[in-house]
C-alpha cells in the first residue's frame, strides 16, 4: 500500500470508529437526564446533568496532559483506552447503580420500560465497542529515515533509546507549552468564544432533549420528540459541516460572516426557545411539567429548533478550529488541547448549574457569552487578517 493510500485508509477508518463512539455516546447524552429521572422512582437516584458535568470537569483537566500522554503511548493505544471508557460508561445504564454511574463518568473523562432501556444500552454498547476495535485497524506510516543494510544492531538500539527520550523531552515541552500559550492575548480572546461553544454544547446535548421530553402537552410523543430532536440536531450541524468547513477554502470574506451568521442562528432559536418551552423544562420531575410557555408549545417549532442549534454549533467550531489551525499552524497540539480543556469546563460548569436554573436563565447566561465571546472572535480575526496582509496565504487555511 502507497503512502498515500495508506493515508486515506486511515482517515476512513479514524472517520467509521469516532462515528460509531460518538453515534452511541451523543445518544446516551442526549437521554441521560431523562432516563436517569425515570429510574428515580426505583432504588437508583442520579442526576444525567451531575453525570455529565463529571465526565466534562475530568475531561478539561485531561485536556491538559493529553499532548504528553500521546507523546509517550502513542495516538493509536490512547484512542483504544479511550474508547473502552467510553463504551464502559454507556454499559453503566444497562443496570445502573449510583456508584458505579458516576465512576464511569469519571472515568469517561480521562426512557422506557425496563427491558426496553436494556436493549437500547446493550445495542449502544456494541455500537461503541465496534468502533473502539476499529482503531486495531489503523496502519503505521512508512519511517522516512530507513536504515541502511551496513548499519550496525548497536546503531539501531542506540536509535530507540534516543527515541524514546525524545518523546519524553516532547511530552515534557508540550505540558509547557499548554501553560504558556494560556495566557497570550490571542488564546485569552478566543478562550471567551470557547467557552460559549461550552455552555450551548451543554444545551443542544443535554438539557434541550430533557426540556422536550419533560413538556407533558406534547402528549405521548413527548419521549420519542426527544430522538427526533437529535436527529435534527445532527443535520444541522452536518450542513453547516459541510458549506463553512469543506468549502472554506474558497471564502474570500474570512470567518467572521460565519460566526455572525451561527450567532444570528442561535439568538433566533434561544428566542424561540424563551417562547416555546415553559421555565422549568430542565428540572421538571418524573411525571413532566404541566406549565404554560409564552406561546403554546408546538413540536414544529421545538424541532426546528433543535436544526438551528446544530446550525449554529457547526459556524462557531469550523471557524475556530481554522483559526487555531492558522494561528497555531507550526505546533497545533497545545493550541488545541487549550481549546478543548476551556470548551469542557464550561461545558462541566454548565452541566452543574442545569440541576437548579430554570430555563429562561440557562439561555440569558448563553446570550450574553455568544455576544462577547462574538467580539472577541471578530478581534483575534482582525489581527488574523492584517498578518495575512502582510504577506501569510490566508485562504490556504
Known sequence: MSPESKKLFNIIILGVAFMFMFTAFQT????????????????????????MAIIYGVFSASNLITPSVVAIVGPQLSMFASGLFYSMYIAVFIQPFPWSFYTASVFIGIAAAESDRRTVFIALTVISLVGTVLFF?????????????????????????????????????????????????????LSITTAYTGLELTFFSGVYGTCIGAINKFGAEEK???GLSGIFIGIGEILGGSLFGLLSKNNRFGRNPVVLLGILVHFIAFYLIFLNMPGDAPIAPVKGTDSSAYIKSSKEVAILCSFLLGLGDSCFNTQLLSILGFLYSEDSAPAFAIFKFVQSICAAVAFFYSNYLLLHWQ????????????????????????FVARGSDYRSI
Open 28 to 51: 446516551c447524552g442526549n437521554v441521560a437526564q431523562t432516563v436517569i429521572r425515570s429510574l428515580n422512582s426505583t432504588d437508583f437516584h442520579g442526576s444525567g446533568y451531575t453525570s
Open 224 to 226: 420519542s420528540l426527544i
Open 363 to 386: 439561555l440569558l447566561v448563553m446570550v450574553i457569552f455568544g455576544f462577547f465571546g462574538t467580539i472577541s472572535f471578530f478581534t483575534v480575526e482582525w489581527e488574523a487578517a492584517a
Open 137 to 189: 485497524l489503523i496502519r503505521k506510516p512508512d519511517s522516512e529515515n530507513v536504515l541502511g543494510e551496513d548499519e550496525s544492531s548497536d546503531d539501531q538500539d542506540m536509535e530507540v533509546n534516543e527515541s524514546a527520550q525524545n518523546n519524553l523531552t516532547k511530552a515534557v515541552d508540550a505540558f509547557k507549552k499548554s501553560f504558556r500559550l494560556c495566557v497570550t492575548k490571542e488564546m485569552l480572546l
